[in-house]
């Protein structure tokens, strides 16, 4: 990576003088510029585009660990340590925000709900639990930020919302879609992470009027809202990494149709023995009627 910087930098500065900084022997550049890469090299910088673009597509924020599982997701054999070298090397580092001033801060405490879940994450009823989570998706235009309500029961994206900002207002419209269209009779619990979309005044008035019941990840433990990072890991994998928006609508149209038109009517799932969300719950009605 060292010689690769050298070389791409020949025609601005002196090679002794970059040798030096980057603590290398020049010798051992002209070297390298003899021989061909070998297999390791070429390996490591085909993993590190590939993480480049893992790291690009979650908004510039993941850290080595999420980017690990992203690339596992698509096949790639790799561990944590050989992520973080190459992350290392590439420069590549997880957004974790900004310290603040020194002062005092007003304002209502957030309200932050136990993890009820627990990451009991098969349910044998629809409309009992769901889960919601937001993600972040690249256009020309600047980022969108997708909000979604996944039904545990059968992995089905119930409700859904797409805005050009991170707002409480996203995550209750996606919400609002989900009540509006599975209207449930019972309690419903509603399970998300700790982001100040769900922990706000507005959040927990929406959950008291609509007969739903939080319950939050613990902070930092993406592992205990799995389902909604899996959702979102498929959606940029079969969708989002395969095309280029120019334009915010032009990427909610794009997944409009990838969960509208695929993923929900659709799309296999392992989790419902190999039958798309909408078909694992016709059949479990059909069952129930017949009183199997």
């Not at 790639?76 to 050989?82: A, F, G, H, V």
């Not at 007969?211 to 909604?228: E, K, T």
């Amino acid at each position: 990576m060292r010689y690769a910087f050298i070389e791409a930098h020949r025609a601005e500065f002196s090679v002794r003088s970059m040798c030096r900084m980057l603590c290398v022997h020049f010798s051992g550049f002209y070297a390298w510029l003899k021989e061909p890469l070998s297999q390791r090299a070429l390996e490591d910088a085909r993993q590190t585009e590939l993480i480049h673009q893992a790291w690009t597509d979650s908004g510039k924020v993941y850290g080595y660990r999420k980017l690990t599982d992203d690339l596992r997701d698509t096949g790639e054999t790799c561990s944590e340590n050989r992520v973080a070298r190459l992350t290392g090397l590439a420069g590549i580092t997880a957004q974790i925000g900004y310290k603040r001033r020194p002062g005092r801060y007003g304002g209502k405490p957030a309200v932050v709900a136990d993890n009820t879940l627990d990451r009991q994450f098969e349910i044998d009823a629809p409309d009992t639990v769901w889960v919601t989570d937001i993600t972040y998706i690249r256009t020309h235009e600047g980022w969108s930020y997708l909000a979604v309500v996944i039904d545990l029961f059968s992995r089905r994206v119930v409700g859904w919302s797409m805005q050009s900002r991170m707002t409480t207002d996203l995550a209750l419209q996606a919400l609002l879609a989900a009540v509006w269209r599975r209207k449930p009779k019972q309690k419903v619990m509603i399970h998300s992470d700790q982001g100040s979309q769900f922990t706000g005044g507005e959040w927990q008035s929406f959950l008291r009027k609509h007969n739903l019941v939080a319950s939050m990840s613990r902070r930092g433990n993406c592992h205990d809202n799995a389902v909604a990072e899996s959702f979102f890991q498929l959606l940029k994998r079969e969708r989002v990494r395969r095309r280029t928006y120019l334009t915010r609508d032009a990427a909610r149209r794009d997944v409009f149709e990838y969960i509208e038109m695929f993923y929900n009517p659709t799309r296999k799932h392992t989790n419902n023995g190999m039958l798309s969300p909408v078909h694992y719950e016709i059949k479990q009605r059909k069952m129930n009627k017949a009183g199997v």
